[in-house]
């Protein structure tokens, strides 16, 4: 796990905008506000340095991010719009609405980012820090709510450094935020508008299916989640007829997650990795066993739901 000692909490001005799009060009994540809540930002189109966001905060598990970006151009050679999409974007962009639609297949966004799914969540943030830093960066940024998971999102840089202090190297202190909620989220993939989180945007002024049952859509449940088609074997140290083996480590394979046994390389190709398995002419896919240590939990997590939808069906 990195550490940052002391973690640096520089004011917001053209300076310490200049010194997080360093870092987050190193591929490390940084503390930012946006209008909503403080974000922890990386460059989405880097998964390790995604991996990087889920270290600092120790989710137990990879949930779908949202990413920030500066134009709606950019959105567009990102995700699919609809002319509906695109009307809500015109509405309500710059702002506190996330927008999840159709993935583009060459997006260039990291697999991590969206845990393997098919569709993705956008928004372009109104905060002139965070659009400063998206300029800045030239990139995309995927940014959860800055917080250690389980734990209240930052309306301010204090409660950034009291959770995440020593774990980031950077936090831009812009005060507390103006709405101090998160983002309202709406899903545009399907044919009707399906609000996911409700936000500071409380009325968008179409019609929206309720989707807030949380069995269906909590963080690291969503229905859609990824899962390989074919029988997931875990813990695996050798390749059985008719398998694709993922390795770790030591354990060898058709590919490997990570050959060092590096959990953040790990987590980075996880989704990638179990893609190009379902897509290989094997029948089953076997992967290595990952020690429990750091991201190694997240990880496990997600191969076991993944194996547990699939005995389930
Ligand atoms: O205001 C905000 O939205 C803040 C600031 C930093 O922008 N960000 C934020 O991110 O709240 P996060 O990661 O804490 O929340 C993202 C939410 C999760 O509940 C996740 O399940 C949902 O967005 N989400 C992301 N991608 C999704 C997808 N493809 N489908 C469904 N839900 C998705
Ligand atoms: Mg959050």
Redesign the pocket.
């Known amino acids: 796990m990195d550490a940052y000692q002391p973690t640096l909490v520089l004011p917001e001005g053209p300076e310490s905008i200049a010194e997080a799009a360093r870092l987050i060009r190193q591929g490390l994540a940084v503390a930012v506000p946006?209008e909503?809540?403080?974000?922890l930002a990386a460059d989405a189109t880097d998964g390790e340095a995604v991996a990087r966001i889920y270290a600092a905060k120790g989710r137990p598990s990879f949930?779908?991010?949202?990413v920030?970006v500066g134009s709606l151009e950019r959105a567009e050679r990102i995700a699919l719009f609809s002319d509906s999409a695109r009307d809500l974007a015109r509405r309500f962009w710059p702002g506190?609405l996330?927008l999840?639609l159709p993935l583009r297949a060459d997006s260039g966004i990291a697999s991590i980012v969206?845990a393997g799914?098919a569709?993705?969540?956008l928004?372009i943030?109104a905060r002139p820090a965070m659009r400063d830093l998206l300029e800045a960066v030239g990139r995309p940024l995927a940014?959860?709510?800055a917080n250690a998971s389980g734990r209240l999102?930052p309306t301010r840089a204090e409660h950034v450094l009291a959770g995440l202090g020593g774990l980031i190297p950077l936090i831009v202190n812009g005060g507390p935020t103006e709405h101090g909620l998160?983002?309202t989220?709406v899903?545009l993939d399907r044919d009707e508008a399906r609000l996911?989180?409700p936000g500071p945007i409380v009325d968008l002024g179409i019609s929206l299916i309720p989707n807030l049952s949380p069995a269906i859509?909590a963080?690291g449940q969503?229905a859609g989640h990824y899962a390989p088609a074919k029988p997931l074997s875990l813990d695996a140290v050798e390749r059985r007829e008719g398998e694709w083996l993922i390795g770790f480590g030591s354990v060898e394979g058709d590919s490997t997650l990570s050959a060092s046994g590096d959990p953040v390389e790990a987590a980075a190709r996880l989704f990638d990795r179990l893609h190009e398995a379902d897509a290989s002419p094997a029948a089953a896919i076997a992967i290595a066993p990952v020690p429990e240590q750091g991201l190694g939990a997240a990880i496990n997590d997600r191969l076991r739901r993944a194996a547990f939808r699939q005995g389930g069906e």
Do not use: D, F, W
């Open positions: 946006t909503t809540v403080y974000g949930n779908p991010l949202i920030h506190p996330t999840v969206t799914l569709t993705i969540a928004r943030p940014a959860p709510s999102s998160e983002s989220i899903a996911l989180r859509e963080p969503l």
